[in-house]
């Protein structure tokens, strides 16, 4: 790819965005292993995106310690970057970002990944009752370079097409 437009690159910039224009927003990126998704981090958001002023201006903090990557945003927003493992299990968050996640475990997706879905931002507009019938659907993106038909991610992306095909969410 063109320096600067990579998968983790693009994801980068959705994650800093959604961050930015929704306030307290919570990103978990997940990967195989913690240095890839502390990678987006470290080399995509710190090393690239910190140089354009008006996204600079928006961060408080970027960690990058060995146990800890992590981007907070004066509004409260943040991106938190976690292993997919057992351990990993008790992070909240809104959206969850599955980097190259052919290398993640079916079973660890659902069983502790998924489960960081469970809380849901609540802006301040929604308390109002006009704005009562609203709600704000938390998301999972999965980002992965191609890989072989006998892993679980060729049914699902399959799974995934037919739906968009057939106009489902």
């Not at 063109?2 to 930015?20: D, M, N, P, T, Y």
């Not at 980097?99 to 489960?115: A, G, Q, S």
């Amino acid at each position: 790819a063109a320096r600067g437009l990579s998968k983790s690159f693009i994801i980068s910039i959705f994650a800093v965005a959604r961050c930015i224009l929704y306030p307290n927003t919570k990103v978990i990126i997940a990967s195989g292993q913690k240095s890839q998704s502390k990678l987006i981090i470290t080399e995509k958001i710190e090393k690239e995106l910190m140089q354009y002023p008006n996204i600079a201006r928006e961060i408080k903090q970027i960690r990058t310690s060995a146990n800890d990557a992590k981007v907070v945003f004066h509004n409260g927003s943040t991106i938190e970057a976690v292993t997919s493992s057992d351990g990993s299990r008790g992070y909240r968050g809104n959206i969850l970002i599955a980097e190259e996640f052919r290398m993640i475990d079916f079973n660890i997706l659902n069983t502790v990944l998924k489960p960081f879905l469970n809380v849901y931002r609540q802006p301040p507009y929604l308390k109002k009752p006009e704005y009562s019938h609203l709600t704000e659907e938390n998301i999972e993106l999965y980002i992965s370079s191609a890989w072989y038909t006998s892993h679980w991610m060729w049914n699902a992306m399959q799974s995934a097409r037919d739906n968009m095909l057939k106009g489902k969410d």
